[in-house]
């Protein structure tokens, strides 16, 4: 038989006794209902059963980012605390930012509002990967990362919905930030673990540091370390052989750059040194709190400490280079405008001494440097000792006080009284005799006129200046009073170069008809700045103040020029009264401060300006104040020029001007930041210069344009 005739046999005989036992399949299906469905549901359980999926919210697109929440569990569960993370995927080549991203970018942020039954969501950062670009430090993650988190919800055991607006900013070449809305909804009921969701959280939990039981990393000390370039040093300690160990400090007020490590032997402990790249001074630094991540390899622990006081980096051999800067830029600051006034003093003390034997010139122009040399002493120790206060300082701060810009106004109305011929006040019986003639005979009255130069010089910040005042202001004592000291030396070099060359008065023409004239033209130009003082006063309270302050001085000088017909007591209850007014106007009739949003300006914000540059913008940043008269040459000669101001109404451009008439501590701290404590300040700031661009105090059209263009990025990829 062949095979397919024993088939059809084999088959015939398996149908007969199918029919012999249930009979037809008509018939069963008939008489067998409980039978088949019996084996129905047999089969069904039989049926291999998935796992319960996790509880996730949909994938939420940006392009170059998608986001999404999710948990191990796919219900709320009964237990208060829910596991979750948030998992976000970047396009190939793109990252974003850690919690503290370093000299760019921002982290991500998300806003719970909107969510049910959710009482805190607690976020955790896993450990970062350090970013150099362009010697820019920054932290973050490539690619992709899930945030483990934790949802606490108000009542247990109820559904939770879960709704967050994330921000992110992701780079590449560009930056780019991103908004996306995200959801997650957990139903009531028991909670079933996915081992999958479970497992990829759990990864990412494993990289958050930890206090340094489980991955045996520890700091043992932090110390700053005052110097030249400044630095803070780690001393860090690990249970395994370090590596390739990093360190990252966290702190409100200083940031630091990449560490240098020394191992010992065994590569159990090792010495981290950090470089100071911005903020305040260091000697400042002991007592405050940091936060010290450790990372190594794939341990990574996190400390919460107090920075200690460690030993100076570099002695006073540093300082040397700053002393030539000082001495320069107190040269340079004869030249500058708002010391230009006081020239009518400098060249009247040189007339003076014309016919005078070489003694009594010599001595004249050594009493006037002397005067300039004490000034800028006492202004430094003042400003030593409002440091050690913990109080903020700056140069030329005091003209922010209106009382101080009373009083200047005062003493030049004197002044330029004085040299007009409105009075004489002999030398040297009284008080006002130092201060109350510019002409006068004996050593105070040179000595006077050189403190009064100081202190008309203080509110320019001269080119060499604002470095050789920074790095004063971000030392000791000791070093402040050495700058200071060649400052001085430097403004009072003319009177000096007068004192080892006496001689040189001999060149003046011979007293005259034009020396009235002279004294006349120099009166106008002390008025005028006068004038210009009450202007700053005006911003700083109100016109009505000024324009009261003006009526004092004048019944001042008025009491002063009628002494002889009125009486020496009568005079003197005058001035005392004139001056009590003149005293209390600014504070009685202060008006609001203006609105600094209603000009072409915008307002000073220093997290704003990131948030700019993060977008891709171009900020320029200019610190002004009216009491700088550098700052105002720079407006009318450069920042108002058509070519100037319209590069920064560009597109992508934003122009932020802090304001410094007044105190304002949020433009002191920028300026500390950035190692400047006096102003003209400018800096610009963009993708291709996120730590900013500092212009010089003497701006120039080219060099705001050629910023502007570098800062956009024209000459290097924009960076993170």
Avoid at 264 to 290: F, N, Q
Avoid at 691 to 713: F, M, N, Q, T, Y
């Amino acid at each position: 038989m062949s095979i397919g005739g024993a088939a059809r046999v084999a088959a015939t005989i398996e149908a007969d006794r199918y029919r012999k036992r249930f009979g037809t399949i008509s018939e069963a299906l008939r008489v067998r209902p409980r039978l088949l469905a019996a084996a129905l549901v047999a089969f069904v359980l039989a049926w291999p059963v998935a796992a319960p999926m996790a509880a996730s919210g949909p994938w939420m697109s940006g392009e170059i980012v998608r986001a999404r929440l999710l948990t191990a569990a796919d219900t709320a569960g009964s237990d208060k605390e829910v596991r979750a993370g948030l998992q976000v995927a970047m396009g190939d080549g793109w990252d974003t930012y850690w919690r503290s991203p370093g000299d760019a970018g921002t982290p991500p942020a998300v806003d719970w509002t909107g969510s049910v039954n959710v009482a805190s969501v607690d976020w955790r950062w896993p450990a970062p990967t350090r970013f150099t670009l362009f010697g820019l430090e920054t932290f973050g993650y490539f690619d992709k990362v899930v945030f483990p988190l934790t949802i606490v919800s108000e009542r247990p055991g109820e559904p939770v919905a879960l709704r967050g607006r994330l921000d992110i900013l992701v780079c590449s070449t560009v930056c780019v930030p991103k908004s996306l809305e995200l959801s997650l909804d957990l139903p009531a009921g028991a909670a079933a673990v996915d081992p999958e969701a479970a497992n990829l959280i759990a990864r990412y939990e494993a990289r958050v540091p930890d206090d340094g039981s489980r991955s045996g990393l520890a700091v043992d000390g932090v110390a700053a370390l005052p110097g030249n370039p400044a630095a803070l040093e780690v001393r860090i300690s690990s249970r395994q052989p370090l590596s390739a160990p990093d360190v990252i400090v966290e702190s409100g007020r200083w940031t630091f750059g990449r560490p240098e490590f020394s191992f010992s032997a065994d590569r159990g402990t090792a010495t981290a040194l950090l470089p100071v790249t911005s903020g305040p001074d260091v000697v400042s630094m002991p007592g405050s709190d940091v936060t010290v991540t450790l990372l190594d390899g794939q341990r990574a622990s996190e400390t919460r400490g107090t920075v200690a006081a460690g030993a100076t980096r570099a002695g006073w051999g540093s300082l040397l280079p700053f002393l030539g800067v000082a001495l320069l830029g107190g040269l340079v600051l004869n030249l500058m405008p708002c010391v230009l006034p006081v020239l009518s003093l400098k060249l009247m003390a040189a007339l003076r001494h014309r016919g005078q034997a070489r003694r009594q010139i010599r001595l004249g122009f050594l009493a006037t440097a002397a005067g300039v040399v004490a000034s800028m002493l006492a202004l430094g120790g003042a400003l030593a000792v409002l440091k050690a206060a913990g109080l903020a300082v700056g140069w030329g701060m005091q003209f922010q006080q209106p009382v101080f810009l009373v009083a200047m106004a005062a003493a030049l109305a004197v002044f330029a009284a004085s040299l007009a011929g409105l009075f004489e006040i002999p030398l040297p019986s009284r008080l006002a005799t130092a201060m109350g003639r510019a002409g006068g005979d004996g050593l105070a009255g040179s000595f006077a006129a050189g403190a009064f130069t100081t202190v008309l010089a203080t509110p320019c910040s001269a080119p060499f200046v604002g470095t050789a005042v920074g790095f004063a202001l971000a030392r000791g004592p000791a070093e402040i009073l050495a700058i200071f000291g060649a400052l001085g030396v430097g403004l009072a070099a003319p009177h000096l170069l007068g004192a080892a060359f006496p001689g040189v008065v001999r060149l003046l023409p011979r007293p005259g008809w034009w020396m009235i004239a002279l004294r006349c033209v120099l009166a106008i130009a002390l008025t005028g700045t006068a004038a210009w003082l009450l202007t700053v006063l005006a911003a700083q309270t109100s016109w009505l103040a000024a324009g009261a302050v003006a009526a004092a001085l004048v019944v001042l000088t008025g009491a002063l020029a009628l002494r002889p017909r009125i009486g020496s007591p009568a005079a003197a209850v005058v001035v005392v009264l004139a001056l009590l007014g003149a005293g209390t106007a600014p504070a009685v009739l202060r008006a609001a401060p203006p609105n600094a949003a209603a000009t072409a300006w915008a307002p000073f914000d220093e997290a704003a300006l990131r948030r700019f540059v993060a977008e891709g913008k171009v900020v320029f940043v200019d610190v002004t104040a009216d009491w700088c008269a550098n700052c105002k040459v720079n407006d009318a000669l450069v920042l108002e020029r058509p070519e100037v101001a319209a590069a920064l109404a560009e597109p992508g451009v934003v122009a932020m001007r802090a304001d410094w008439t007044r105190p304002d501590v949020r433009i002191s701290d920028y300026l500390a930041n950035n190692d400047r404590f006096g102003i003209p300040f400018n800096a610009v700031y963009g993708p291709g210069a996120p730590r900013g661009i500092v212009l010089s105090e003497v701006l120039s059209r080219e060099a705001v344009l050629d910023a502007l263009r570098r800062a956009r990025g024209a000459d290097l990829a924009p960076v993170r």
